[in-house]
Structure formats: C-alpha cells, structure tokens
C-alpha cells in the first residue's frame, strides 16, 4: 500500500496587505500566486468588498427565488446554448463536463426531461437541482440580460448591477496581484484584456435534497467541472458542500468548508493555459454538506445552499498569450495564442 498522502489544505490570504504600501503588497501577490499554483484555489479574506454588500446579494438572492416559480420564469433562460442568461429552473442545467451528447438539441431534449429529482433517480447519475442564473452585463448584445419586471422584484436589477460592478473592482485587485506574485513589472498585464463586459455573475440556489440521494451519487448538487475563464470569484453562504479535488489525491476531494464573508478564488482554464500551466485550475464539484446540523429530520434533508460565483474574462477579441514571466528558454510556452472568443470556440467544440 501506498504510504497515506497528507489531504491538500486551501491556502487562506488575508488581503488587507494588497491595499497598503511597502512589502505587504508584495507578500500577498507572492501568497496568492503560491496557492494558486499548489491548489488553484485560494480564501480571500479582508478584501475590499464590504461585508454588508455580501449580506445584501445573499439577501436579494433569496428574495429572488423565493418568489413564485411563474414569476422567476418572466426572465427565462431562452432555449438553445447561446445565450447564457436568465433563470433556469430545476433540471434545465447540468454542468457540460458530466453529459455527452450529439448536439445541442438532444443535449437540451435531455435535459428538460430531468425535471426533478424523483426523475433524475432513473436517469443520469449527474443532476444539478435548481441551478439557475441571473446574469447582469448590460452592455453585451450578445449575451442580452434577461430581467424580471421591476415591479416584480423593486431595486433587484439595480443591487445586482451594483454588485457586479463592485465584483469587478476587487477581482481587477486580485489580477493585479496575481501579475505582481508572476514577477511582472506591469501590475495590469492580466487585467487590461479585462474590460469587465465578458464577467458572469450568477445566483445559484441548490433546493433541499434528502442526504441519502446525494451520498448514492443519485443526484449531485454541482458535479466535478473545471471553470473555463480567468478567475472565479465564489461567495457561499454557510450550508457547505464545496468540495476540491486534492491536488496530491486525483479523484478525491476535500472539502472548502465556508468562512463568512471570504471569497473563495480559483484559476479557470483559460488562466492556465496563459501561464504556462503553472497556475492550476483544479477540478471542484457541490455535494453533502459536511456539518451534521446542516441535515434535519427523520428524512436527512440536506438544507438548501445559495452561493454566487462570478466568473472574470477577457475580452472575447483579447488575445491570450504565454504570460512573459512563465517561460524561459528552459520552458517554452506550450500554447499557441488565442482570442478569448476563439478559445471558448474550441472548448464549445470539444464538448458536443
Ligand atoms: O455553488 C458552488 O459553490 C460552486 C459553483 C461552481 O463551481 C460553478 O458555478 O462553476
Ligand atoms: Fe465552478
């Protein structure tokens, strides 16, 4: 028998070092850039993203889908995978990497036949339940935000917009120090092909589940995935479940349980791939929460779990090229440059 190898921990940086002179700017890059390299995930705590605004978007989330299913369904996810934006109501959404199928229109017939879980026991082993998405860039017509009416839910589309915006600030502050701990002169390097119009925010709401059918795999509340952008920015809300996969483990993961308010950051693909691999974007997946009072009654239901992950990209025309720092005549950059666009292009293609 292999001897036992100690469980990857997740590295936590305290981030109030990034925003004063001297060398504690430096010594978070460099911690930052160390966890991200080792794990791919990071905590990021006393950041610069006020406590009452994350009490605020956790607020507005649950007013959001507490409301009557009839009325979620005013800002629908519109069929087909283009646009990616909406609400998408329970089994509409599974995560790619989980289901393969011929095309878009199978993968979708598919997935609406999943309709909940009592379905999802006879069908595929992977279900996300309740995964749904409100996303707020406003100036992409590509990608055209699907609102509900004001009046529905008053001051939701304006908080939400905020909040994005406030996202993007202090997700620019980790690119930059992510620049500083590679050991680039220009702290904007990665953050210029940012514009902040190619983020994602979402709301995720994870509805209860009995214990049992998420420890039989009957159902999974998010199954394992890589992200695809930059970075993704994760607030999670105390329920728990978030689980990495051990970096000197494959296959096993260990679990992100929530500290209030940090962000738990990680490396997508496409950061990888431009550094050369050396930053690693790790492989997490949603499944039982790990504190026993999370699971009430006789029927061991799980409590239901908000989180909301904003996912940072370049610029769909921005080209992703072996950041400077990463290569040397000893390592040469593995990856030929490539547009953001053409890179979700050819993932996009990989996958159906
Ligand atoms: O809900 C979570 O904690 C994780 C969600 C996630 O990994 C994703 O949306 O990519
Ligand atoms: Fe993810």
């Not at 605004?53 to 995978?81: M, Q, T």
């Not at 017939?109 to 749904?132: C, H, M, N, W």
């Not at 990680?266 to 974007?281: I, Y």
Request: proline residues 9%; aromatic residues 10%.
């Amino acid at each position: 028998m292999n001897p036992p190898t100690s469980q990857t921990q997740i590295p936590v940086v305290d981030f109030a070092g990034w925003n004063s002179d001297g060398p504690g700017r430096q010594r978070v890059a460099q911690a930052i850039v160390a966890a991200c390299k080792k794990v791919g995930f990071v905590y990021i705590v006393n950041h610069s993203l006020p406590d009452t605004l994350l009490e605020e978007a956790f607020h507005w989330s649950r007013l959001f889908f507490e409301l009557p299913v009839g009325e979620k369904l005013l800002a629908p996810h519109p069929d087909g995978w283009a646009v990616h934006r909406g609400y998408s109501w329970p089994g509409l959404e599974k995560v790619s990497q989980a289901v393969s199928a011929d095309n878009d229109e199978e993968r979708a017939t598919q997935l609406r036949e999943v309709p909940d879980i009592k379905v999802s026991r006879a069908a595929a082993q992977y279900i996300v339940i309740g995964f749904s998405t409100l996303v707020v860039r406003e100036e992409n017509p590509m990608q055209p935000n699907q609102w509900i009416p004001e009046e529905t839910l008053p001051g939701f589309r304006a908080f939400m917009n905020r909040f994005y915006w406030e996202g993007f600030r202090v997700g620019g502050e980790i690119l930059q120090a992510l620049a500083a701990g590679l050991g680039l002169e220009d702290e904007n390097h990665l953050l210029q092909k940012h514009s902040g119009h190619n983020n994602q925010l979402r709301l995720l709401y994870y509805p209860p589940v009995p214990a049992d059918a998420l420890e039989q795999q009957r159902v999974a509340r998010c199954p394992a995935h890589t992200d695809w952008s930059s970075i993704t920015l994760l607030f999670q809300d105390d329920c728990g479940g978030l689980e990495v996969e051990d970096v000197n483990n494959p296959g096993q993961f260990v679990p992100a349980t929530p500290i209030k308010n940090a962000i738990v950051m990680n490396v997508g693909d496409l950061l990888q791939r431009w550094s050369n691999d050396q930053l690693r974007s790790t492989s997490h997946r949603v499944t039982l929460p790990p504190l026993a009072d999370r699971i009430e009654g006789e029927g061991r239901i799980t409590r239901r779990r908000f989180s909301i992950p904003y996912f940072l990209a370049p610029d769909p025309d921005s080209v992703i090229e072996c950041i400077p720092s990463c290569t040397g005549p000893s390592e040469p950059a593995k990856y030929e440059p490539i547009t953001q666009a053409g890179y979700n292009q050819m993932r996009a293609a990989m996958q159906y």
